[in-house]
């Protein structure tokens, strides 16, 4: 059932590409890829496989091992494909936007994969529209595949250039025709896009490193903020044939610097540094900002657990897992008539009274965006018999939405754009509540201001945002359900 | 999974529509307008609901009542709704061409469904793709909606007129926006169109006045061959408001013959005539020109059943249901490895012993296409003790593919078009043959030579044929399973 | 979910059963035999089979094609099998009571398969409680493995002897152990059950002969009233072993008329007879007791088909499918909430208006239990243009329930246990209404009084009932929901 | 598809229970309790709810949340309720076997839940057939309801009490018939069993005591070794009315160490002790008897987190989560036919190459099956730039099967069996290797020798074995997919 919204909605998208060229498990390789991606998106998987000949693509809502059956997958041969992930929004998902997308234009079939977000899709569709363009999705990725068609270029790679020429905003991509496999990433290289090889040397795209690491493959570089990498077959006999182009004009490297504190995997590398080390950082520097007589650090699990650590080790105040983590959880449950306290969490979290209880306990996390998850931890952890609660969180306040890809709520839903820190504090019912500087942040990330983006605590945008993205902030949503 | 198959495929399409206007349960009237006209395509089923805002919109593989659940007709919320039925093929079927298609363009929302077949779809799509046009399915169907979205008309109809001026060949269409519904059909009025009204007055829309009957409407006329009906709201207080154009050039009216012969539901009213007469009336003719000695006519089950009746009142031979027809029939079976004999027809159907044994038997039905499943049906007719086995087809010999709608085999695989009828005869192995012929069917029929497309059974094409379709004569396929 | 009924709610029973000894391909046959016996129970279907060592299994609510699956089918390997279609109830049916049974005991594995009702099952049951008996369906069926299981005869077959002793009523059974086959059927002869040999010479047995026909076996013989068969492997290089008991007392053969008249399917020979030809004498009957000025027998469609033949030929009033149906009922359909006439038949059934307007119509039906759907049937008739409508049944007034198997109301609910002749006809509004006598029923069926069961009739039931009967009639349902 | 084992086959359980008495959700709260069990058992879930009159049933293969979906709670009626989950097992699992099983007996209705494992069940099962019994599941727990239904007791605590005098072994029962709950726990005590209270004051029963956590209740004490609890309603107006019964001979508790080390879930109390705080003092122990100079410890995930932090608290060596759990696994992974090394731990756990490299790391996990898991991960670790790999076992070697309700592998399975220290650690590629000792294992669980039972780390069994254990040790299961 798809309720087509309004085309003039928020554009979204949280998500994770995959791509693989040269090999004859293909596709196989490239859903291993997407497994070891989830955490980017859970909403919709797809992949579409190349034969030299024509595309296959299958693509379908939920988890890429629900959507993507051995039977599927037996399909779906070739020797190049391109994947996706999706994040998980309610309401207006829907099979019609699912990626990668795909068109049948006059070079012949092009699909695409993408990760970001356009900050001028609005205008662009507006103008294709007005010149008699179609439109099936409701995603901004389409408004590409139109300008790669309405280009007068003769090859997809020239016809691709033109298109990226056009748009603004944060994007990696990774495309497939029938022979290729095209991978690009935004001038800003905002979000992260790596190379990596198989063990025969054939190529491996993915948004993040822990996808080589299942699929076998090692890491190489990264795909450079500007680059146009192109895969094709090479003449018979021969090995394949790479190409690398910069055809865009230079600009200011802006990572995003939330793919260290929560978005990416911790086993990844992301822009040069694991993650796994930044996040340890962040929590080391956060016990230097925000010192605090304890005796547990406890994090909220899964994500705040390396910040945990980071903070016990800085502060020698013990760690432990004070909150046992549900593995079951996901599925829907029914709040009994004769409610529960605190039962939304307590679904996914209970307290070890045996550890917690009598002690005074840091509660370290990654974020805080609306508060109101918090404020139910930090009191069944009281009612476990913690003497106090602490609150530690491993990023400055989060103030002002992303338009570049993170699907973040609306400022005013944001607890940190209306409330002060010590008014959060009372909301959420610590005894102390410290965020860690942007500062601190950046000295974690090993980064001087302007070498990360960081809009999302300082609401400086680094790329100019256009008057749809200032209009629609009232109405874009959370991405983390467990946080709110 | 869908393999988009290539875009110089032959596009096909026996489908049936429907659509209500101004009714506050307009998506259950055509959920069950579709349900009555589910003979005219099992493959995908869909309906589009507008609700004077938005589309809303649900498709699927498969029969009505399986896609279109109690709760997705719930979210098709509105007061019109358009729908379509497609016939069921193998191999190339696919979601992507599940109608009805939807757009969005520069007006807003269009929704379409189709019954009929393009002879310029070829040419036309080219010359989009060509301007910079997407396709995402490999229906004809699509060009009208690039078509649509390029006319510089400001309003849909207006567009929608431009479009089918531009297009060739048979289409009865209905389409949808957010607030309007537009009935077209195509000048030479090939595919059969019905106006009807609830009891209200509101106006429904079917390829079949048998959907009529199921929704408690009542027949009101026929679509005009070349009328474009449009249906919207009126002023708040005021009636809805309807237009009659009729912007093409006159064009001679040739209906589908194989329409009263084989597609249609007997108790729909056809072209002006109540189907269940013709076929008798085909069969009175039948009896007429290939009179034979026998004891007893036998349907071939159930298209055969109308003809047989006409033919035993006829001849004075007692008619009676000498096949038995499984009401299973429609699921996969395993076929014992230790093979039983006919088995696929014994699936289907079962000779009554009782019945059959040392009777003269003449079977009737209604067409005869590659001739295997009529060889079975008299071999295990003969087996069940049969003394002697005529066949009698209630028309013509079919030698010529149709390129107007209906999904027939290339003239390779039509029998007739390959061998004389004694040669048949002995295929077969019946005692005797009996085709009736032209004249007669269109004496049946109440039609003079031209007043019919009879193409099929003539090889005479009302409305030119493009190169491509001569092309691709080859690879087309058979619309009835039961028949090969 | 399975809310386990009181245990001293009423058993019911109409079922079809079929069993294969000795063929490498046995559960794919009986997977056949129980398609070719789908009329005789949609509730349920379910296999066993048998490979030397062990017994597999696999029960499932629904259609035997539905339920029984192609990966299913594999996993039932072995040379002998038995299988079970139940009737489609609602509320109290659940997978507990889905046969074929089976159970552990000390001889090893049995299961079982029952057409049929005992009228002591609940007697039994207490007594077997008593001795402290566990039970896990709500069938009688189950009360015949305790039997089984207490008896002390060492052997199964002599085991189950010892219990079908005990028991009262009507049964065909068919059961399997690791190695066997046995089939049993009551010394009254109530339910057909017949033999039949695949071309190796292998027994099938089944509830009808037109099993025998889709598996390619030929009918040998009926199994007999009172008679016990046992297929069980030969020593190596010899043949089968095939034993024909007949451990019980004499008894009146009392087959049961229904059949003919409704139950089974036309292209069966049941209890000696041809069901095709019976049908149609029932219909001459008729036409002989009931003679009628009109224009037109229509049946109502399918089942009275075969009669209303019968009644033209008699007549001389030519026959017509008047009443189209719908191939596509079964499912569930949302009737709008501005509701449609006659909305529930018309769903079924759709009157040809050509061929019915300005006639005097003779409708022929089989059996009329409650009259409501014949009401709206002869209502819409009349809607659609006919003169006159006169209503002829082919069995006399049903007046009794059935405790041997058939699923039939209470008497409450039989309208002619309540209602005169003429009542009825005002009832379901016709001109005339015209029962087939007792007498006329006999004669069709080649039968005097006494050679058959007519309980449902004459309330005269040739069996003793027991109290647990009397007690529970005012509960039973109708078999034939599209005879209410 | 079931394919009902040889009733000889080994019998097997592992498996949580919970029940509810006295509140108008009884089922839900069932429903939340067994959530939090769910690590007891994956294979199967089901619930049965009493209201007064009759019982209400479902059971399904899968996860509790799977299986009991909003629509079947609903039906899950009355103001009492028992459940179970089953541990996943492969091959002999089916749905015949889900608890709570059910029976109708001559007092009525009963259903039975059971978590542990007789030791004699053979043998009554042997005796129950001979005796004209019939089974319909493999499981030792149906032989309980045969001996409660043969029991000459009139009422079912009696005659249940009757039936438990007569087993051997290991049980905690939760049983319900129309109106009353009642719970056993064997005399040993060997599985545990609590007793919590909801605010209300109505009594649960639970496997663990994480399960009143979720439900609002609060623990109140374990169910003592040899009680068996009744709860029934009390008469209108009056409060509930419980019993407590001690109606076996006294015997010696030995509750399963087990369930410290690896069973329970860290946030329960179990026997006395919170399980968190056991397995911390595991890792102390451990630490102090097998000391190690190294940078990191790491846990294998997840069961081996808290014995790491007792070790790393103990010896100084800072903690870190070096292996990033995938939490998307439990689904199936196709692995290319070009396979990936180590893939099969890979799609499970990924190495943080940056916390690893080049340092010394302890992986610290709570046992050791066959091995080969254990194999791939420190080869694993070593590829990702270890310089050492230590590995300790938080409890002695593994090398006798559990007969208790432990679902082990056969002793020739348990690597520690079979192989020395020094050869396991060379198998598993370690530098070093340390198991705790018995001493080191009951020091941390607080417990002198023969408090509790340690026979699969002695061989030792406190409740004496039958024939039937020692025959089929050969053919058990290892209960645990991660760990082989």
Do not use: W
Not at 116 to 140: C, K, P, Q, W, Y
Not at 411 to 431: P, V
């Amino acid at each position: 059932m798809d309720h087509l919204p309004s085309p003039r909605d928020h554009f979204r998208d949280k998500c994770g590409v995959a791509a693989v060229h040269g090999h004859p498990e293909a596709a196989n390789l490239v859903y291993l890829a997407l497994y070891a991606l989830q955490h980017r998106g859970q909403e919709s998987a797809g992949i579409v496989s190349g034969d030299g000949q024509s595309l296959h693509r299958h693509v379908g809502m939920g988890l890429v091992a629900d959507v993507v059956t051995p039977k599927e997958l037996a399909r779906l041969t070739g020797s190049h494909a391109i994947g996706h992930v999706r994040y998980g929004t309610a309401g207006e998902s829907s099979l019609e936007n699912a990626q990668p997308l795909q068109m049948v234009h006059r070079r012949g079939r092009l699909s695409i994969a993408h990760n970001g977000n356009l900050v001028n899709a609005e205008e662009l569709r507006a103008e294709l529209e007005a010149e008699g363009a179609i439109f099936r999705s409701t995603t901004d990725t389409e408004a590409i595949l139109h300008l790669v068609a309405r280009s007068r270029a003769p090859d997809v790679v020239d016809a691709l250039v033109d298109a990226l020429r056009q748009v603004e905003g944060a994007y990696c991509l990774v495309l497939a025709d029938e022979s290729r496999v095209i991978a690009a990433r935004d001038p800003h290289g905002i979000r992260p896009l790596s190379l990596g090889r198989l063990p025969g040397g054939e190529p491996v795209v993915a948004s993040e490193s822990c996808a080589f690491d299942l699929v076998g493959a090692r890491f190489e570089r990264d795909v450079e903020p500007g680059e146009v990498l192109v895969f094709a077959p090479g003449t018979p006999g021969e090995r394949r044939l790479e190409h690398s182009l910069f055809p865009f004009p230079p600009a200011v490297k802006v990572p995003c610097i939330f793919e260290h504190v929560y978005f990416s995997r911790p086993d990844s590398l992301v822009f040069g540094r694991a993650v796994a080390e930044v996040r340890r950082a962040l929590g080391r520097e956060l016990a230097h900002e925000h010192p605090v007589e304890a005796d547990l650090v406890v994090p909220v699990p899964d994500s705040g657990v390396p910040a945990a650590i980071g903070f016990a080790n800085a502060s020698g105040i013990p760690f432990d897992v004070g909150l046992t983590r549900n593995h079951y959880v996901g599925r829907t449950f029914i709040e009994p008539a004769q409610s529960i306290r605190h039962f939304g969490v307590k679904v996914k979290l209970n307290p070890a009274r045996a550890l917690i209880e009598g002690r005074r306990v840091v509660l370290v996390d990654d974020s805080l965006v609306r508060g109101t998850t918090m404020a139910k931890i930090v009191h069944m952890v009281r009612e476990s018999g913690a003497r106090e609660v602490h609150v530690r969180i491993s990023c400055p306040p989060t103030v002002s939405p992303c338009y570049y890809g993170v699907d973040t709520p609306s400022r005013n839903e944001l607890i940190a754009a209306r409330e002060t820190i010590e008014q959060i504090r009372l909301h959420i019912g610590a005894d102390t509540l410290g965020y860690l500087s942007l500062d601190g942040m950046l000295r974690a990330a090993q980064g001087a201001p302007g070498e990360f983006c960081t809009a999302c605590y300082t609401g400086q945008y680094p790329v100019a945002l256009h008057a749809s993205q200032r209009r629609y902030a009232g109405t874009a949503r959370l991405p983390f359900d467990d946080k709110s």
